[in-house]
């Protein structure tokens, strides 16, 4: 048995210090650890295709034992890689790398010219410069292959029976269609695509060369645009297909009835589908909703005779639908339906679906529940309109709620149920006959084949702004500016002044006996008010501060601004105001004052925007009632911070005031400083219309 013998060197101070230990050569390369570029190691049919030269990677190990503290172990790697010419003769190529320290990645770069088309292999070993591993191919090891692609796939082929190429119009807005990615090369493993505007997403190849198939739902009525291209197993892209269709509008609703018929009509005419037989509890001829373009509504008594009925079933509830109708509840105490449908009567005494307004604990909900699944959001209010929309998707297999146009609660799984019952406007089927019947009105009444996208959602929605007011604020008569169009005019105070820019006939520096006078700042005229005492106001009031208004206005502060708080515009009661809108020095800030009730000391609900550096400021106000939000702009924007919810606003009976407000001790925070364009509107102005406001036009409210 053979001895190993530490040999001991005595220094020149007599210390003895331990040979080196026996070089360990390093550990055999893991094949787990292998990469052709960060693709792992394989072989045969599941090796790795590459469109370019690949980097070879291989994690080395030197074993521990040759490490002494503080020295660097080392190792290289030697690669080898080998394949077979067109003549059939092996072709061989190694790489040894710099020393790398134990643990760390080895790599080879090939040669860009490396065979293409044809299984290069590979291995490696790590190189301590005393002895050599094992190569990663020994043992229970494997070689490496992989195969460098260098054609490209061809173009793809797209095809849609929905949307046909260059097709002038195709299907509609709301409906699925399938688009179709094929491709003559049969490596092609996936296809990248992107619709206008879109993001790029991938879909796999069913299998290698197959084809892949994608649902796509148009949202607008444009010409849409595809781009395709085929990806093979080697990474390489086809060139890009443009595929081009044109989708038309969404198809019409399968059943419509606005309910505007004449008082002590017993059916309701229908604009699509069949017309619906009225109940002895319907009553035509109630008001309808401002600024929807319906003339009158149906008004349901929440008797057993108040409801409508087409008497067939309208709704495929197999497939994608939709129900949305106009309503106001005459109470909020109870379970009212706005729209149901009957499941088929042989299988159950339950609604197919239902649109509805539901008590709960934390109070009244609109709900829509199909399929299992029933979503619920925002809050009905007792005699306030509201526009609910509900919806299925079957191809997510989701149920949807969109109230006043904006998607309430969370989308929820349902499941497809075919029925074949009558729709009901106003109540729902139950165990023990027709329940949760509907009071107050009823309007535009719509059913879908297809999904309602939420930009026709927004729209059915849309409550158009009526306009009560505009003071350009360039003339006086008897003592007051008249409103552009005949309306309620506002009076001037003692200290309010309407002045007048230059004569454009009169030059200074023509004529000397010109006087230099300031501009104003729109149009001709503007209002100066002394900051003491002088406002205008209107004699009653302008807006309904209890339902959506928008008001805007022009406003410039003066040099020294003062300590004190000023109101620009407010509108309210005998003690506070509904709102005011004030510039207050010490911060700098515009903020919009909301008062909880016209009672002195009422809770107040403030919103504010710091004082941009412009001189002039156009300012805005919009409330709307159906959000329950209001917010304040500054020079048409609202930052994260001017809008507050406010569940609802007291109607004030006060006039419009401009240039003070209401306080504890009476009238106060008097302006210093000029105003113009004073705007006002009863609904709520939409986001991109407040900037048209105060440049001396009106808004475009299409």
């Known amino acids: 048995m053979a001895l190993a013998v530490a040999a001991v ?39 790795t295709y590459v469109g370019e030269a690949p980097v070879l990677r291989a994690v080395l190990y030197d074993p521990e034992e040759d490490n002494r503290p503080g020295e660097f172990s080392g190792v290289k790697g030697e690669f080898e890689a080998w394949w077979q010419n067109a003549d059939g003769v092996e072709q061989r190529l190694t790489h040894l790398t710099t020393q790398l320290g134990s643990g760390q990645t080895a790599q080879w770069r090939l040669p860009s010219d490396i065979a293409a088309n044809t299984v290069v292999s590979w291995r ?58 094929d491709s003559p090369s049969d490596d092609v493993v996936a296809y990248q695509y992107r ?64 309910l505007a018929d004449a008082p002590g009509a017993r059916t309701a005419a229908a604009e699509t589908g069949p017309a619906a037989r009225a109940g002895s509890g319907v009553t035509f001829g109630a008001a309808a909703p401002p600024g929807t373009g319906l003339t009158s509504t149906a008004r349901l008594d929440g008797t057993g005779h108040g409801f409508l009925t087409p008497g067939a ?60 699944a029933r979503v619920s959001g925002g809050s009905p ?12 998707n079957t191809e997510t297999g989701t149920a949807r709620l969109y109230v006043n146009g904006e998607e309430a609660g969370t989308e929820q799984a349902a499941t497809a149920a075919p029925s074949t019952g009558a729709l009901q406007i106003g109540r729902a089927r139950g165990t023990d006959g027709y329940r949760d019947r509907w009071q107050g009105e009823v309007a535009d009444v719509r059913t879908y084949d297809r999904l309602v996208v939420p930009d026709e959602v927004t729209e059915l929605a849309r409550r158009v702004p009526e306009r009560r007011g505009h003071w350009s604020l360039e003339s006086e008569r008897d003592g007051a500016s008249p409103e552009l169009y005949d309306g309620a005019p506002l009076r001037l105070a003692s200290g309010a002044t309407l002045h007048r820019g230059p004569d454009p006939a009169c ?63 407010s509108q309210g009661g005998q003690y506070g105001d509904a709102f005011k809108l004030r510039y207050v020095p010490s911060s700098y800030q515009w903020q919009l004052v909301v008062s909880a009730s016209d009672e002195p000391g009422a809770e107040e609900t403030i919103v504010s925007e710091t004082r941009s550096a412009e001189d002039v400021q156009r300012l805005a106000v919009v409330y709307d009632d159906a959000t329950d939000r209001i917010t304040l702009y500054v020079d048409g924007f ?50 991109s219309d407040i900037s048209a406001l105060g440049h001396g036009t009106e808004p475009c409210l299409c």
């Open 638 to 687: 609202a930052g994260p911070d001017a809008t507050a919810t406010v569940r609802s606003l007291w109607t004030s009976g006060g006039g419009l005031q401009v240039g003070r407000a209401r306080t504890a001790d009476g009238w106060g925070e008097y302006l210093h400083g000029v105003v113009d364009e004073v705007h006002a509107y009863a609904g709520a102005l939409r986001s």
């Open 124 to 181: 490696v070993r790590a190189d301590d410069g005393k002895a050599v591993s094992p190569w990663s191919s020994d043992g229970t090891g494997a070689v490496c292959e992989f195969i460098r692609d260098d054609v490209s796939p061809d173009r793809p082929v797209v095809s849609s029976p929905e949307y046909p190429e260059n097709v002038f119009w195709s299907d509609g807005v709301g409906n699925y269609g399938s688009f179709t990615f």
């Open 313 to 372: 079933s309208v709704v495929d509830t197999a497939k994608t639908f939709a129900v949305g109708a106009w309503v106001r509840p005459g109470r909020t105490d109870r379970d009212m339906t706005v729209v149901s449908q009957d499941a088929d009567a042989d299988t159950a005494r339950t609604p197919a679906f239902s649109l509805a307004s539901r008590t709960g604990d934390a109070g009244p909900e609109w709900t829509f529940a199909f399929g299992g």
């Open 381 to 392: 209010e007792a005699g306030e309109w509201a526009y609910v929309l509900g919806q299925f």
């Open 195 to 258: 619709f206008l505007g879109g993001p790029g997403r991938t879909v796999e190849a069913a299998t290698p060369g197959g084809p892949a198939t994608i649902r796509f739902v148009p949202l607008r009525q444009a010409p849409e645009s595809l781009e395709v291209r085929a990806i093979d197993r080697a990474g390489r892209s086809s060139p890009t297909v443009y595929y081009r269709f044109y989708v038309q509008a969404g198809r019409v609703p399968t059943g419509q009835w606005k």
């Open 9 to 47: 060197v005595a220094g020149q101070n007599g210390a003895v210090a331990a040979a080196p230990p026996e070089n360990l050569p390093p550990r055999q390369p893991v094949v787990a650890d292998l990469q052709t570029d960060t693709k792992p190691c394989a072989a045969g049919e599941t090796r």
């Open 507 to 569: 030059i200074p520096d023509i004529d000397p006996d010109c006087p230099v006078v300031r501009y104003a700042l729109v149009g001709d005229g503007d209002l100066e008010l002394d900051g003491t005492g002088g406002h205008a106001s209107t004699d009653g009031p302008v807006v309904d501060t209890g339902d959506s208004f928008s008001i805007g206005v022009v406003v410039r502060l003066p040099e020294d601004e003062g300590e004190h708080p000023m109101t620009v515009l």
